[in-house]
């Protein structure tokens, strides 16, 4: 079992700054990818930013310059820091992570359970 919390939203006002962070822990043997997603109720799940080992990272147009991905590749954690928040950027925002479990090699693919991050003045 992979778990993963998630921190770090909140309401803040256009312009302004958060950083979310995701923790995974479990049987952990090794995770490939960890990204940020986020959905509303007008729109399906969205990809906003992967990151994979290597540090090999990917972005949504809609994002990019104002979000960046890291990860702590020792603790496990990825972090999005979000500036120049958006009205639009409005949404509940999910990490995800993908690897390999530590018992028996088997993948896994694991959610977190959202955070709500709320753009208004």
């Known amino acids: 079992q992979v778990q993963l919390v998630e921190s770090g939203g909140g309401l803040v006002q256009p312009g302004g700054s958060l950083t979310l962070s995701c923790a995974a822990s479990?049987?952990?043997?090794?995770?490939?990818?960890m990204g940020w997603y986020r959905q509303t109720p007008e729109k399906e799940r969205e990809s906003v930013a992967l990151i994979s080992n290597g540090d090999n990272i990917n972005y949504a147009d809609s994002v990019k310059g104002r979000f960046t991905i890291s990860r702590d590749y020792a603790s496990n954690t990825a972090y999005l820091r979000m500036n120049n928040l958006k009205p639009e950027d409005t949404a509940v925002y999910f990490c995800?992570?993908?690897?390999?479990?530590?018992?028996?090699?088997?993948?896994?693919?694991?959610w977190g359970q959202g955070t709500q991050v709320t753009v208004s003045s």
């Open positions: 479990g049987s952990i043997f090794s995770i490939n990818t």
């Open positions: 995800n992570a993908r690897g390999y479990r530590a018992t028996i090699m088997t993948p896994f693919d694991s």
